[in-house]
Structures are given as structure tokens and as C-alpha cells.
């Protein structure tokens, strides 16, 4: 992956299990490549809450003493990447209040894009704000609802919000599953005995051992108390818009989506990149980690080999003092390691899920290069990343894209140093990821098409 | 002074100085003795804030590079002292908002005795909290004022809001200093040139080289912005009922309250106490530090010489492993040490500032006599606390107050195995206290009197 | 990998760079895999040390401004692991000493077989020992040889001690290089332009854009300093011993030992055990990651197709809280997770890089089966490990080793739920370490076979 | 206290209590004045050390748990101050040692004015150093003492070191109590019950509740084991010659050194003090907390009220962010304030207990005359400081000492901005200082007069 697009959220909850903190603090950690600048859970123990957040990962932020502080059956958590500045422990999610019904906490994923509107509507009546989340205007709509409980409140301010959202909403005794109509992020429920899970991706349900349920559907809500479980519709059942990003990159392999292990639909896009790009070469190799299963696709489907001629510092995923300008060549070199022994003399396929920025991208071609590869070839497993995302998803301004500052494939292969440079046509995106889908299903492919599944606003 | 009422905050601004962070860091640490437990600074630079919060004394929780972040020519600050339980960044001061005007800060030395009832209507009316302090219904209430502008909003919310307040709030712009009508809390104001500052005490005008200018009196704001000063009034001038316990103890004795210093009026204190209680003894001795003014006072009035007959280890103030149940004994000595020489068959008067508890007054004799004094005489600076106070003094409830627990002064004495206990009158208090006040002022002695100034509420 | 064996340390040293600590800072990075419990760095600016260690990752240990006071042309760093209890800062490496002739600081990979009664012989000299390490023992001989100069003391302290060294020690202006006369512990060397790089694994050099120069002999040691490289021999150059563990499992698979690509011999490892155990199987899957290059071997050899039926969860490596009795049996799948799709109504072969104690390859092989495949065959791609390493792995007693408890494969397979267990033959691992060395060199393979390649001493 | 002198060093020890390392704790914190820099406990069972060393104040160092590890019935602490540079930790006391007879710990207050000799020597013979420190020393001549047993090497090796020790060394089973020959720094024994307790300060002994048993003897040893008390001496009774600087400056107010409480021997000083120099004022006040006995007793002899004229911030021992250039200025006012109700138009005399710098003088005086002082009388209740101490007092050089940077006192008051500056004559601190010891009885007074009880020794 060159660094670029980053989701921003993830999002766990668990509904009567003794154990509610421990299992989100499992089902965050296993759903930590969606956030890492933040965590936090919020326990209830049915008449009030505990909660817990900080800044770093799940496993930085809590220990055994404060987990076992955060008592109760039920508990939602929330891990979160954002791109501000300093401060921002008041951002760092499940947001904590208190309201005229009690204490109501909220958790996530996605991004409302009618924020600005709401928030200087609600300004207007007087509303004050703490933090600069779009999350805090939520919790506003339901407090400030004509609908007298929770239950009627809750599912009544869902229709006033427009975007995407994966929502995990609990009061003392009371918690509210909602995914928005688009069904742009993704949400799953799973069940573990008469315990419910709810969680943005299928590892995390993995992850403690419970059994898929099924897939929230947009526009559907959930309150799950101790009569039982309501659900009910805030929005028409549409089309599904779901991110393709989470298929190309943002998911873990091991999660399934829709029916499809992501894992599955990598390979297939690295098989449809090689009937769409046939190449003359001798060994494909993937930017590790999250290139591979497309790699081994492409080498399945184009008959060339697929060798592990990149390999990552295991380590390289911590933060380390970066070089200074003396040794600032190092930079990839710190991360990435190329094989001679299996890149020497040789013409190489080097697959990646996507270029955002185009920078790392050049680096690695010139360590291939260095290891003695004779032709490099760059194939890439998501079609080319123009648009902005107004969904949730953290990437650099339309101006630094990269395939918005060349002007075709060409022109793009001479800037990173490849003998050629392909990129997989959106049809062929669409092919992988729709296979298992109604006719009338669809997926968000804005960032590459420009066509967004919702209404847009001013800010 | 015998561990149990604790003043809870203290407050600090600096409008149009250049360093105006850097003077809040010093004016704090001054007023550190006010609050121990967060510490606060809010920025702005006539734009936007910039704050830092956290945990512990004004020099733990900040650094020269988070001081350096703080830019802007004006600046809030805030330290705090609480007793409630675990997580509670999130009720450090300043409060900062966003509200329909832009940025708002309030920092609040006091209690609301209307909190409860304020709360509950706001919430009512759809206002989500995020903090349990009532300092924060101040924000919403400016939020929801039919009045636009800051500037009327502001005065207008300080008549709907009763209890003690000696308060700052912060726009990008503008400054606002408020206390209550009944000038529960010190509030005073300085000059540096053209900056103006405020603070809880004098001692912070000092620390930072500041001219005093005046007190501000109950019921009176001002608005300081670019434009100047405005003053107003939000109530009648009335009565003062200045709380007394700041003389007798939460003030600095360098500072100067309503004319006064506080270091004279503990002596007086000590004088008085002496006339109202002659005693045969052979040396005046003082619980250090706060009442060694006293103990000068009674000696200086008795003739019986003052001697340094108690040393406190100058680290007694870090929080240290208090001893083990084996250990327990060394509790005091840990902190007081007793000076054989001085005490060794004397008749001792041991000259304190207060009695709340009653259990270190007890420890203390003990240590005296331990020492190898004849005599105890113990002779309290201040009368019997009975009564809870209602305007934000952390004390002990009424049941656990030693004064409430026994019926007069020589069961007292026993019980802290004194050979007689003896306490200044309340009228020795006013006497020493109101000297230079004009006839209609007066001082809050609820606490000792259970005359309550204001109106009280239901919870 | 099922835990158990671990390696113990990385050493790394730069002489005649401006940037030495800095390099160094990134060759321990690469060397991370090494050694996760301390780093350290020692620099010399040519008059004296200035030296940095600390507990934890070398990211967690060093900052910018840490580094940037570690000034100097030339710089030692030194990462371990340790099983040993609490307070052990002090036996981080370098460790560093004053002496007759001035600074002196040594990082040592390996383990001296002598090291008991070299330390009795010391003490009854009435030497002082700080840390519990073997490592001080080579400072006190240097300290006490009866040769003056470091050039000289250096190599004859060398004859003194047996074992497995892969050794650096600095002076103010010296450097020097060795290797025990079996080579048990891997040691290359690279340039720089004129700056000389020593490194436990060539992956090192690669990360700091060293070119590999050539690997230290058995036997052979090196003085470095401003009068050029002096080299010499302190034993005569016989059978090469290299541990090969670090083919199986320790060294990066990106580094080159004795030419080498250690990438290829895991490969090879797997093709070999294809060919000594054909299974009927659907698919091939690796415990990942170490396991990925003998799981591909493996397929490519079979026929079977490699697939990637096992995911790790990208965070594992940080240390989480571990599940109480609960949830205990969530703790191989908070680590790792299998991919239905792939798994499920297959016969698999699963492929691991070795056993040591057992306990994890059974949960893993459980959770293959609760993903749904039919049948599991395990194939380890080394020899079982039987006996004891006396060079410096950490790993379980004899007792606790899996091989040691069970009679035959068949029996262990029983044990871990397998439909078969199979295990590399000796033959099969030399076969594929063995290929470009001459006919009189070898490998250490006494933890499969119990043949110790040096002299054994009582504790 | 103008800055400039600072006692290095406190120990305490504990023989046969269950709570051994909690009542060290308890100890350091009362010694903790005499060292801020670091703290270390090491405990022994009888068989093995356990121990724990941190650089800051006892109770940043140490937690219930750390403490709660170092059990055992014997322990020895202290507490360091020290000026060097930055990673300092391994200097840190009682430094710990494993010798050919087993577990070694030292604690040591003072300086060995042979330790450049004897490091040189011990180098020679192979000794290799970890610390910079003299104490290191001690161990490696205990290590090679010819004496077999430690009953017999231990006071064999007092006779070879020369200098100022107050030493604490203990092994796993026994403890070793020792002063130098001149008895330069002091050092008390106390019982608890059967318990054996040895510290720096009597005041140490106070805060455990031990009884005091008697002072150390200088030259004197003794071994505290299961089999009893032996004591011994290492040199001839001759002259005492403790530090004068501990009456004047360095021990706790509340210590008895030598029969005579450390606070009534400051009164005597300011007494005579007032006597050599008599003044016509109209109020005393003194720079708060040191000085406060002296300024006592110059009020009680000259007649003239003494009064709290200067106030301590009592949080101003915390170290804060030192104003920037801009605000240089308020340097003292965030320490100290003066009490101008007190000091206005008042001729004042200003008690202080030394000058070493005289920039903080200057400062004092400048402040109390801001606050309407019409004159300052500074009167100092020590000798000018003129030497250096070879002792363990670390001092500013002979060039930057006030005494030696102007010829005579009329000089040095224009400089600090006084009337008039009169400092204690050697006659008159001897006077105080010596009473109740014997004619042959001296003091250490070599930093006002140059006269040193040991020899020197070339470094």
C-alpha cells in the first residue's frame, strides 16, 4: 500500500456477557488496523457506566486493572485514526454523556455529511459543544428528540442524519445497532450463547470466538434490552453503496463481507489485474503485507511464479525516529527489504492494492531496481484514486493525488522508475467484488468515479 | 490544621500581555495551594483557543513546549482540588465549549446551590453534560440566552445562577470577571502596564510583579476586550460574607483580602484567642505551617515565650506509601516531628488553626508528650465547626465533625488527650476579622454559626 | 512457530561515520527480531563514551534527543532477551566499564560454555561482578591480562573463553571483532564508503545501505582503528559450527549466511519435506509468518496449491492482556485466524518451521478443524528438537520438550489433533543448509541430535 | 539558604525488623533534605539481595509494590545528590556487587579524599569500574582484601581509605556500621525493641520511632550479625572534627547531633550573631525556612521583634519552568514574597544562614525593599565561605564564591543592594557549635578558614 487512504474507525459491542469489557477489548484489538491514535470502552452495568479512553493502541491504552474497573454485561468500544493536531484525548470515542434519560454513550464509524448544517442549527438553539466530532451532534439530536425514551429517539435521529455510519449507541440499560442506508461501512452481528456482538468486520467476531448472526442491513436499527431485540427501518431498503476500499485494503483478509472472505476477493482482483494486463515477465512479487493475496492471484491467473521478493521488518510497524536529512534515503530501507537471490537479473511484476501519494511507490521500484531486477513492471489491484471521500476515510487533498498530476499510465510509470505501470479498470473492480449480490446491489466506487451515493452539503 | 476542609479551586486571567500563558503557569503555581489535584490553562490569541488540562500540580502537568503551544494574549487558568472518585480529566478547568458565538471558557472558583435544579431543566430541555461539575450549566446557560452577544448574555446568566462564583470566562475576544453577590470567594484584580490580571488571591499578583488594583466587589462583572472595561452590576450591593475559613486557613498569610493581610489577621486571631483563654504555660508551640502565625499571636499577647516545638519534614507534602497496618503508629511522624529540648517538662500550649476531625489533633498531643512535656494545653485559632458548608469547601459530613460528636470542650480535650482544649469565639473571630469593614458588611460563619447567607435547594 | 525456542541477542557496530549512532540505532531496528527485552548503544567521539540503555523495544528505548547526545565516529548496540525475573536494566548490554587504559564497552551474542568457572577463579581474585552475565567475564580478563595494550590483550582473552561469541568490544579509539572458533552465532561485516559495519545478519547491513563486505571467520578477530584493520586468528580455522536454528527459524528471511539466502533455505527446507512426506492433501497453509517460505517450498514440490488459509492478526506481536480463566481459550485466536472460505471440506497440510513444546500447534490444528476442514496433516519443516542448546537459545527444559515426551510421530500427532504429524529428517535440514559449503564444514545441529560441537563444563 | 552548598548524601540502615525495607523508606524520606537526585533500598533475607535504585525523591522512586518486593529483615538506603551529567543512574547508591564470598551492598555519605590513588592503583591490579564514584572503590578493596572473612576484611579495608565516610555495607547475612577518623559527617544509631537501626540523622530515627541509642565514634566500626554487636575501631580516638556546615545549614532542624538539637544551636547563632554585630531596627525577619532559628534567636537577644516579613510559596521546592528572558525578573517573587503590611517603612534586618553566591541576596533585599523597607540590614549567621570542601559539600569553585570575589563586608553589602552586611565571626560559630564536647573536641571549619583535618591528595 503507499501510504495515503486511511480508515478511521472501528467499532465492537457486546450485549449481556459477564465479560462485556474483556471481549471488546479482544474484539478492538482484533479490529486495530482500523484506528490506532485512539481507544476506549464504556461498560454498563445496567444502572450506570464506567468508561475508559486514551490516545495509542488498544493495548497501550488499557491494562488489567482498569479493564476490571470497567464492570457490567454490556460495553461498547471504539478504536480511531484522525489526521488533527495535539490534544485530542476529547475526540477519542465512545463519546460519554449525560442527558435528561441518563447516561448514553456513543461509538462511530463513518463520517455525517450533514455535520456542518446540524451543528450550527443546533448552536443556534443554544447547544454547546465539546468536542469537533461529528459523533457529539448524535447525541445532541437524541437529547433534544420529541420522542420521550430511548427506544422511540433513538431510531426517530437516524433520519435526520445523512452519510455513512456503522452506530453503536448504549444507555444504561439499552443498546442501539444502525448502520446508515447507504450501508457504506461495514457491520456485523454474531452471537455467543444469548450474548450479541456487534462489530465492523467478521475478524473481530472470530476473534472471540463467536458465531456470525448476520450482516446489519443499511437503513436498519436495532435496540437490543432485556425484553429482547426490536428491529425496524429508518430508511427504504436501496441499494447497497458499500466502500470497495474495504475490499482492496481497509479489511482484514480473514473478514467476510457480505458472503465474501476479503482474502478471496483480493486474489480475484490480482486474477482479473493479469487478464486485464497481461505482462512478459519471470517472478511477481507484492508489497507486503497487504498486496499479497492479490500477488498470488496474479501469479496464479498469469502462470509467472509468486515469490516473497519483498519482505518487511516485522517490526516495522512501530513508530521509529525517523532519519534525518543525511540518511533520509534510508527511509524505505527501514521498512522494506528486497531478495537478491530471487530478484537478480530478473523481469519483475510488482503488485500493489493502490497508489494514493505515488512517493512510496518510487522507492520501492528503486530498491527492486538496486536488487538487480532487470524490468519492473507495477500492477495495481484498485483502479486510480481521484476523488475525494466524504464518507470517513482519511486521503490527501485532490491536488496531491497522484493520478490527478499525470496524465496517463504512461506518464505515471516514468515518475516511480517502472518499465510499465498498469492500473485495474473499474469494471473490472466491480466484477470482483459484486459476484455475490443482487442485481440491484452496488458498491461506493466514488473515489474512482466520482459518482457519490449520497447527497452532498456545503460545510 | 487538622486534615479535613479543603478549599477547592482557585482561578487566574491575564488579558493583553504577550506571555500570557507563561503569567497564568506562575499565577497558578502562587494558587497551587487552592487546588492539587488538576491543573488548566486556556489560550486565545483574539481567533481561536489553545488549552492543556491534566492531572496533578500546575508543575506535573505542564512542560515548557506545551506552555510554548499556548500563545495568544489572553489566557485562563484554573487548579482544582476534588474528592470524587477515579477518571476525572474530564472535570478539569477551565470547561472549554463551542458554542453559536465561537469558543467559550469558564473557569469557577465555588459552588452553585442551584446546580441541581439547573441541571435538571437544562437537561429537560435537551442539554447533554459531559462532566458532573456545575460549572458547566454556566456554559449551557450562555448558550441558550435570548441575549446574542456575549456581552449581554454573560451578565444576564450571573442573575440566574445562585451560590458562591468567583469567576472567569473567556471568548476569543473577551474576558469576563464575576463574583457573587454575596462575595463568598476572594476575587481580586492587578495591572501589569496595560495588561489586566485576576486572581483568587493577592499572592498570584505578586508572583507575577502585578500592581494591585482592587477587589471585585459582589454582584459586580466586567468586560474587558479591545474596547476597554465595562462594569455592571447583576445584583444590589449588599452584604459581604467573605468565607472567614479563608483567613483562618485556605488564604495565603502573604496575601491581602479586603485590605487585610492574612499573616495580621492570623495573628490577631492568636492575640484574641489568648485574651479568651489565659493559660499558665511555659511555652507557646505551633501545628506548622498554618498556624505558626496564631501561636506568635498568643504568644506575643500572654508574654509565654514562642518556640519551634514542632518541625514538619519540608517533603511531608509528596504523596508517600502511608505505613501498613504494622506500621501505622509512625502515621504522624512521618510528617511532625516534636523537638525534645524545647518540650521536656514544660507546660505546653500547642496553638492550632482548626479542629475538623479531631484525629491528628490527637496524634499530635501525643507526639508532645512523648517528647516529654508536662503539660498539653491545646488553643484553636478559629471556633467548633458544626455545619456542612454549601459553598464549594470540601469538608467532613455533619456525623463525622469532631465538634458534633462530643458536647463541650473538656470532653474534647479528653478525647484528644489534651490537659484542656479551648476554641476562639465566634466573636473573637468577627472582631479580628472585620476590623476594617464598614458596619454593614459581615462574613459567612455558616459553618460555625449555621447562619447560611444565601437561599438554600433541594438536590 | 510454536513458541518456544528463542534466540537471544543482535549485535551491531559502525566505525568512521559521522552518523554511527544513528546507523546504529537502524541496524538494531532490523536486528529487532533478536531481541526484544533491552537495546542499548555506546558511541565514541575518539575521547570518550557517551552510552544509552534502557528496557524494551529499540523504538520504545531511544528518542531524537537520545540519539542526538550519543555522539561520535564510532558506535556498538546490542538488543537480548532474557528469561531472568524484574529488575534487570543492569544487564542490558553494551555494558560498559573503566579500566587501566580507559573505556571499555562489550556486546556479546552467544553464550560461554566456561563462564561458571571463569567467574569463580575472578571472584577469588577479588573481582567484583554488577551484572548476572557471562559477558562481564571477558571485560575482567581484559582488565587483567597480563598484556598492555587493548590490540593485544583483546585477541589473547579470546583463547581464554569457550562457547558461542559473536563478539564487539570498544575502546575510546578501537574496535574489535571476533568470532568463536566455531562460528556458532552468525557475524557479517559491510562498508560504507570508508565506514566499516559490523552486523549479526546481513538484513542489518541492508537496512542502513551497507554493502555486504564478507562474513567473520570462525576463529578470526579484528582490530579496527584509525591505522587501518588488523585481522588475526586466536584458533585454527576448522569446522564451521553455525547454529541451524538460525536457518530454521531465528535469522530474517531476507538475510544471507555464508551466501545464502536464508528466504531460499526455508524454501528448500519445505521441498525436501514434501519429498520425505507426500501427502494427499487440497491444500497447503503456513503458520504464519515464519512459516510462509517452507509452506510454499512445500507446495511447489507437491503439487498442492499454497494458499493463505491462516491470518495473523497484524498487531499480535504487542503484548496484550492475557485472558483470565473465561476466556482462556480465546488466546490462540486473539493471534491468529483461519479463513473458512479456504479451509473448509479440505484435506490440509499445515505447515510449520518446528515444535518445541507442543502446546500451540493443538490449538492451531483446532482451529483449522472449526473452520471445516476434513483432515489435518502437519509437517514440520526441522527435526524434532530433543535436547538442550548451551549457545545462548532460550528454550525449555528437557522435560518440557514435546519430542521428549511422546515415543513416535504417530503418538504426538494423536496429541495435537492431527490426522498426521511428520518431521524433517536430519539428513533432509543438512541437505538444504549445507549445499555451497566445502566437504570439511558443518552445521550445529545438536538440539535435534545431541552432538555438542564444543567442550561442555560443570555449573 | 542563598544557593551554592549542598550536602550530598544520606544513609539508613536496619537490622532484624520484619518491615526492614518499609521503615528504610520511611528513613530516607526523613533524610531526604540531605538528597534529591536519586534513592535505592537493598534488602537481604539472610541469603540473597533483593534491591531498587531510581533517580528522584524517595517517593517517586519507590511504590507499594517495588517495596512490598524488597522483603527481608536487613536493609541499608540512601538518598544522593550529584552535580554530573545526564544518565546517571548507575551512580545511583547503595551499590550492589557480587564478590567471591557473595552479595556486597554500600551505602556511603561523604568522600574519599584518596579515591583517585586507589582507583588508579585497583585499575592496575585489573579492577574494572562501572560508576564514576569513590564509593565503587570500597567493594573492590573489601574483594581483595587478604582477609578472608567479611567480619575481618571489611574493617581491615576502613584503615587503607582516607577522607569522610559514613558508611552502611552490608552482605546477605551481616551488616557493617563505620565513620571516618574524623567523624566529618554524622552518623546515629537507634533500637527498636531487638532492632538495630543506623542513620545520617536523628531526625531519621524520629520518623521510625526508634529510641536513640548513641552516636557512631569516629574511627569506630561495627558488625551487626546473628551472633551479636562487635565493634572495633579502625584508627586512634582522636580530635572530632564534624562538619560545621551541618549545624549552619544541612541537617534537619530537628536532629540532635552530638547532644545538642541542631535548632537551638541556630538560635545560639543568631544570638551571638545579634551580640557581634548589634543593629538598630525596627523588625527581624528571616529567608524562610533555614533561617527562621536564627532570625529567632537575633531577635531574642537584640530586643527587636521578630516577624514573618518573607513568605514561601510551599510549593515552590517543585521544580517549574524557569521564566524565560521576558520574565526573568519574577525568578524570586515565584519563590519567596514579602509581606508589606510588615516591612513598610520599616528599618529591617534580614537574617540569613550563608552566603555562598550572594545572587539570591541581592534578589531578597531587592524584594523587601519593593515591599517599603527605608532600610536592610543583612546579618548572616556563618563565616564568609572561602574554601573548598574536600568533604563531600558540593560547592560552587574558590573564584565564584561571594567571600572571595570582594575585599571586605562594606563591599559586599553595596553589592547585594544592603545597608549594611555583617556576617558571624569563626570565634563566635565555634562558641555555639562546641559546648557540651570535650576541651580536645573540634570542628570541620575548613571552608571558612582553610585549616583541613585530613590530608589532601593530588588528583
Given at each position: 500500500m503507499d501510504s495515503g487512504m486511511q480508515e478511521k474507525c472501528g467499532v465492537f459491542g457486546v450485549f449481556n456477557h459477564p465479560k462485556a469489557s474483556d471481549l471488546t477489548y479482544y474484539g478492538l484489538h482484533a479490529l486495530q488496523h482500523r484506528g490506532q491514535e485512539s481507544a476506549g470502552i464504556v461498560a454498563s452495568d445496567g444502572k450506570s457506566f464506567r468508561h475508559h479512553r486514551?490516545?495509542?493502541?488498544?493495548?497501550?491504552?488499557?491494562?488489567?486493572?482498569?479493564?476490571?474497573?470497567?464492570?457490567?454485561?454490556?460495553?461498547?468500544g471504539h478504536v480511531r485514526y484522525s489526521t488533527s493536531g495535539a490534544s485530542l484525548l476529547q475526540n477519542a470515542q465512545p463519546l460519554v454523556f449525560k442527558y435528561s434519560e441518563g447516561d448514553l454513550a456513543v461509538a462511530h464509524n463513518g463520517n455525517l455529511v450533514n455535520a456542518a448544517i446540524e451543528r450550527k442549527v443546533l448552536q443556534q438553539q443554544g447547544a454547546i459543544f465539546q468536542t469537533t466530532t461529528d459523533t457529539e451532534i448524535i447525541a445532541h439530536l437524541i437529547a433534544r428528540s420529541s420522542k420521550k425514551y430511548f427506544e422511540r429517539a433513538g431510531p426517530e435521529v437516524l433520519k435526520r442524519i445523512d452519510g455513512s455510519f456503522a452506530l453503536l449507541i448504549m444507555t444504561d440499560k439499552q443498546m442501539l445497532v444502525a448502520l446508515d442506508r447507504h450501508g457504506l461501512r461495514p457491520l456485523s452481528l454474531g452471537k455467543i450463547g444469548e450474548s450479541i456482538i456487534a462489530a465492523s468486520e467478521t475478524c473481530a467476531l472470530?476473534?472471540?470466538?463467536?458465531?456470525?448472526w448476520r450482516d446489519v442491513e443499511p437503513g436498519e436499527w436495532l435496540i437490543i434490552d432485556e425484553k429482547g431485540i426490536q428491529t425496524g427501518r429508518f430508511a427504504e431498503k436501496g441499494d447497497i453503496s458499500l466502500c470497495s476500499f474495504e475490499f482492496v485494503y481497509f479489511a482484514r483478509p480473514d473478514s467476510v463481507i457480505h458472503g465474501r472472505s476479503v482474502l478471496s476477493i483480493r486474489k480475484e482482483l490480482g486474477q482479473i489485474l493479469a487478464k486485464e494486463h497481461p505482462t512478459q515477465a519471470d517472478v511477481v512479487v507484492a508489497v507486503p503485507e497487504s498486496s499479497v493475496p492479490?500477488?498470488?492471484?496474479?501469479?496464479?491467473?498469469?502462470?509467472i511464479p509468486?515469490?516473497?521478493?519483498?519482505?518487511?521488518?516485522?517490526?516495522?510497524?512501530?513508530?521509529?525516529?525517523?532519519?534525518?536529512?543525511?540518511?533520509r534515503d534510508l527511509a524505505v530501507r527501514l521498512k522494506l527489504s528486497a531478495v537478491r537471490e530471487i530478484l537478480e537479473d530478473k523481469r519483475v511484476v510488482l503488485v500493489d492494492d493502490s497508489i494514493v501519494r505515488g512517493t512510496t511507490s518510487k522507492r520501492i521500484v528503486q530498491l527492486i531496481r538496486q536488487a538487480g531486477a532487470k524490468e519492473v513492471h507495477v500492477r495495481i489491484s484498485s483502479?486510480?484514486?481521484?476523488?475525494?471521500?466524504?464518507?470517513?476515510?482519511?486521503?490527501?487533498?485532490?491536488?496531491?493525488?497522484?493520478?490527478?498530476?499525470?496524465e496517463h499510465?504512461?506518464?505515471?510509470g516514468k515518475v516511480i522508475g517502472a518499465d510499465s505501470l498498469a492500473f485495474l479498470s473499474t469494471e473490472g473492480l466491480l466484477e470482483a467484488v459484486d459476484v455475490d449480490l443482487a442485481d440491484t446491489s452496488s458498491r461506493c466506487i466514488a473515489c474512482f468515479?466520482?459518482?457519490?451515493?449520497?447527497?452532498?452539503?456545503?460545510?
Open positions: 486514551g490516545m495509542g493502541l488498544v493495548t497501550q491504552v488499557f491494562s488489567r486493572e482498569i479493564l476490571d474497573g470497567l464492570s457490567g454485561n454490556m460495553a461498547i472470530e476473534a472471540v470466538d463467536a458465531k456470525f492479490a500477488a498470488m492471484g496474479f501469479a496464479q491467473q498469469s502462470g509468486y515469490e516473497m521478493g519483498i519482505i518487511k521488518n516485522p517490526y516495522a510497524g512501530r513508530s521509529f525516529i525517523e532519519p534525518t536529512q543525511e540518511l483502479p486510480m484514486v481521484k476523488n475525494p471521500c466524504f464518507y470517513g476515510v482519511d486521503m490527501p487533498t485532490k491536488e496531491e493525488l497522484f493520478a490527478n498530476k499525470h499510465e504512461r506518464a505515471m468515479s466520482g459518482a457519490y451515493p449520497t447527497k452532498l452539503y456545503l460545510k
